[in-house]
Structure formats: structure tokens, C-alpha cells
């Protein structure tokens, strides 16, 4: 790639980055992907899964493969004294001020992503390449139907005359110039749940007696489920079910009449993620017929495992070796993140890779932290593995002529 136009994703990069945007929001990110691709003259169709973009590249007859970035920021404070930080902040629901920022790396994804679609928009290939710009890939926010930008944009059809799919993830403590990946489920089966609970309010010292206590009954669904973990699931099946929010409570001296439970249900297997939510049930009604409660549950946001596609691997791995060496390709174990890339995965014969981005100036932070900071040296091998990958897939999916009858 030559320096001016590497140049010039950088300042895109940093365009998007110091102007986050949370998920069905990405109006400003979408309009200066439209931007860009109307440059390259590449059609698109916009407000795709509400706030996303598909560009179409068309050059002759042949397979269709789907290049996937998402373009969402989260809600998290940036603390990395970048010249280009973000310090936007938001209303919320409540009314109350949220800061944004690019914590996980989509900015440089949406970057990747328009650096292949100019790069394919000058190489010879035959077949239709579809760059999606999907939205919404953090969580569902405010979708009436409880729908990731990844999930409406395959109930959408996009995938459906596609061959193929490919997605990347930057990850800021793997080293710039390596390349991970995952065979089969590589990511996990995850969902966010809310537990409310009802009970009924009494004097705490008076008469508890009389009321039914909202807190006593979600101490005990909270230890009864981490019992469904370690001993009604196979132990060598990643399981992990973990509360991380208590609200409930009126005042020192009663009852509590009503506690709210969040948390989250990770899985490898989704076979075990139906057994967990089946003993859930189970034990809610278990605990409201002795206890006497309400206990409702509700499953927020939902994202099956990432199964990635040993032949598609198979098919662009001597050009993945070509771009990073055979040494710096690393096969990796499974992880219990979600991602919502799962949906295409489910849809098509798909790979998801991870993308070494350490910035070895600081210190290696993690995705969704405040300082996290990416090596933007990692845009190039982005790239090439976008457009070498799909120059491979093409090729090995083009339609074989039948002979002709003699």
C-alpha cells in the first residue's frame, strides 16, 4: 500500500476515534464510510439493520464474498491522553451524561475495512465482494426486538446470495505482525439476563415474619446458580454464570419487597447453555413455591458461538502465510467473549481472526479498558489479509464449467 493512501486511513482512523458512537447511533461513522465509498465509486445501500451501510463491488460473474467490520464504540471514559482522544459525552436513558469511546478497536476494523474496498476496487478478480458496515455490534441498546446489528443484518438477507465470509478483531496484547485464530467455536455462547424478584415489605425487626424477603431469596439464587456450574454441567465444558449487578432494598428497617439481578451466561457449548437456562427455570420455581415470591427472568441480549470454517481457513491460508509468515500465525484455544459476527458464522462458511495490534509504547491493556490503545501499524496487515483472503475465496468458489458433450 502506498503512503498517501495509508496515510489517509489513519486520519480516517482517528476521525472516528475521537467521535464515538454507541450501537444504532453510528450516524456521523456511517456517512463518512458513504463518503468514502462514493471516492472509490463503489455503490451502496445505507440504513442497513437501522444504522449500517453495505458497499458493492461487482466485477463480473462469480462467487459473492462478505467482508464484515463493525462500527460501534462503547460507553467508557477514555484515559489514554491521545492527541486524538475522545471526549464526547452522551444523554442516556436516564438523562444523565455517558462517555464514549472506541474501547474495543472498531474504529481501526471500519478502517481495515475501507482500505480493502479501495484496494480491491483497483485489482482484477471476478465475482462481487460485499463490505458490511454493520452496527450495533456491543449489544442490542435500545432495539425494540432485543437485535444485535450483526443478527438483523443476516434476517435482513444480506448473506444470502454469498459464498463465504470473513471478520477480524484487533487485539491490543497480541504483537503487531501476528495473526490468531480459532477452529470451530471460537468464541462462546453468551447472554445477558435480568433477574427481578417480588416479594412483599415488613418491619425488618417488628414482624419479618410477615414479609417475603426479596434480598434472603436472591442470596440463594445466586449460590444455587453457580451449583448448576460446577455440579450439573460436564466440568470439562467451559461454564461460566456470573451476577455483576444487585439492586433492591427501601431502608435499614424493611423487608425488601423487590431485588433486581444482572449478569451474564457464558458457554463453549450451546448445548449446555439450553441445560443451564432449563435448570434456571427450575430453580426459580423451586424458590418461589417455598419462599412464596415472584421471580421473573428475562434473557436481554443473546449471541450464539462463532464457528469458524476449517475450509475456508484451509482455502486462504498459503495467502495468509504470504502476508504474515508461517511463524507469526498462531492457533489459539477457545474464549468465553461474545461476538456477534456469530450470526454470519451460522449463516455462510465464515473465519473470524484476531488481529495483533500491541502498541509496545504502553503498556498492554485490554479490550474495554479505559488507557487500551492500538498499534495503528496493524492497518496494513488488516488489509492484506482482507484482500488477500477474498482474491482466495473467489477463486476457489468460482463455478467449475462442465464439459462440453461431445
Known amino acids: 500500500m502506498n503512503k498517501q493512501r ?22 456521523a461513522t456511517t456517512d463518512l464510510v458513504c463518503s468514502e465509498l462514493d471516492k472509490l465509486n463503489i455503490s451502496y445501500q445505507k440504513n442497513i439493520a437501522r444504522t449500517g ?18 462500527i460501534d464504540a462503547l460507553p467508557v471514559k477514555e484515559e489514554t491522553n491521545l492527541s486524538f482522544a475522545s471526549s464526547k459525552t452522551i444523554k442516556n436513558a436516564e438523562g444523565s451524561n455517558t462517555s464514549v469511546m472506541h474501547a474495543c478497536g472498531h474504529d481501526i476494523h471500519t478502517t481495515i475495512l475501507l482500505g480493502a474496498a479501495a484496494e480491491l476496487a483497483e485489482s482484477d478478480f471476478k465475482g462481487t465482494v460485499k463490505f458490511i458496515f454493520q452496527p450495533s455490534e456491543e449489544g442490542c441498546y435500545d432495539d425494540p426486538e432485543h437485535k444485535s446489528g450483526g443478527q438483523r443484518i443476516v434476517e435482513g438477507g444480506a448473506l444470502d446470495d454469498v459464498s463465504a465470509a470473513l471478520g477480524l478483531h484487533v487485539f491490543p496484547t ?20 435480568t433477574f427481578k424478584i417480588t416479594g412483599e415489605a415488613a418491619h425488618a425487626g417488628m414482624e419479618p415474619e410477615k414479609g417475603k424477603d426479596s434480598i434472603i431469596v ?10 448448576i456450574v460446577s455440579r450439573l454441567t460436564v466440568q470439562t465444558e467451559p461454564t461460566v454464570i456470573s ?3 444487585i439492586n433492591g432494598g427501601l431502608n435499614h428497617n424493611i423487608i425488601a419487597p423487590e431485588v433486581t439481578l444482572r449478569g451474564t451466561i457464558r458457554t ?28 421473573s427472568m428475562n434473557i436481554d441480549l443473546y449471541y450464539p458461538s462463532v464457528v469458524n470454517d476449517i475450509t475456508v481457513h484451509n482455502k486462504i491460508s498459503p495467502a495468509l502465510q504470504d502476508v504474515f509468515g508461517k511463524e507469526n500465525i498462531i492457533e489459539m484455544k477457545p474464549m468465553l467473549a461474545g461476538e456477534d459476527f456469530a450470526f454470519f458464522s451460522r449463516k455462510v462458511p465464515a473465519m473470524f481472526y484476531f488481529l495483533g495490534a500491541r502498541d509496545l509504547s504502553a503498556p498492554a491493556y485490554s479490550l474495554h479498558h479505559p488507557k487500551v490503545v492500538f498499534n495503528e ?19 476457489s468458489y468460482q463455478t467449475v464449467p462442465k464439459a462440453a458433450v461431445v
Open 243 to 245: 451476577f455483576t449487578q
Open 174 to 193: 497480541v504483537p503487531t505482525g501476528k495473526l490468531a485464530f480459532v477452529n470451530g467455536e471460537a468464541f462462546g455462547n453468551m447472554s445477558f439476563f
Open 218 to 227: 436472591a442470596t440463594q439464587l445466586i449460590q444455587q446458580a453457580q451449583l
Open 268 to 295: 463453549l457449548s450451546i448445548d449446555v447453555y439450553k441445560t443451564i437456562l432449563r435448570k434456571l427455570e427450575d430453580l426459580i420455581k423451586g424458590l418461589e413455591l417455598i419462599y412464596g415470591v415472584q421471580i
Open 53 to 70: 451501510a453495505i458497499g458493492t463491488l461487482k466485477k463480473g460473474e462469480g462467487p459473492c464474498i462478505a467482508l464484515r467490520a463493525d
Open 6 to 27: 495509508l496515510s489517509h486511513l489513519i486520519d480516517i482512523r482517528r476521525k472516528i476515534h475521537s467521535n464515538p458512537e454507541l450501537g444504532y447511533q453510528e450516524t
Open 377 to 395: 501499524d496493524c492497518i496494513p496487515y488488516g488489509i492484506d489479509l482482507m484482500v488477500q483472503g477474498t482474491k482466495a475465496l473467489l477463486k
